[in-house]
């Protein structure tokens, strides 16, 4: 059965959650791929005080077609205050 479009996102949150331990904060993008999805998240790497300053990873996390992680990539890292350029 195919995944729906959040139950897509609640597993890879879950999921990157219970293989890396690090807290996720927030959902940035998911879109299908394939016969899967393609979900890209913000974990916090590093609290800091004041918490502007915390360290969030960005990950791509690939599932298939039956909501199991194929693969997932830190793809950059960021401190929460940084704004992207492109926004």
Do not use: C, Y
Request: glycine share 6%; no cysteine; aromatic share 4%.
């Amino acid at each position: 059965m195919a995944l729906e479009f959040a139950a897509a996102i609640k597993k890879a949150r879950l999921e990157l959650e219970a293989l890396t331990g690090l807290e996720i904060g927030s959902t940035v993008s998911a879109h299908p791929d394939g016969d899967g999805w393609q979900v890209t998240l913000e974990a916090i790497e590093k609290k800091s005080i004041p918490d502007s300053m915390d360290i969030l990873g960005i990950f791509e996390v690939n599932l298939d077609v039956d909501g199991n992680i194929s693969e997932f990539n830190r793809v950059r890292m960021r401190k929460r205050n940084d704004m992207d350029e492109n926004v």
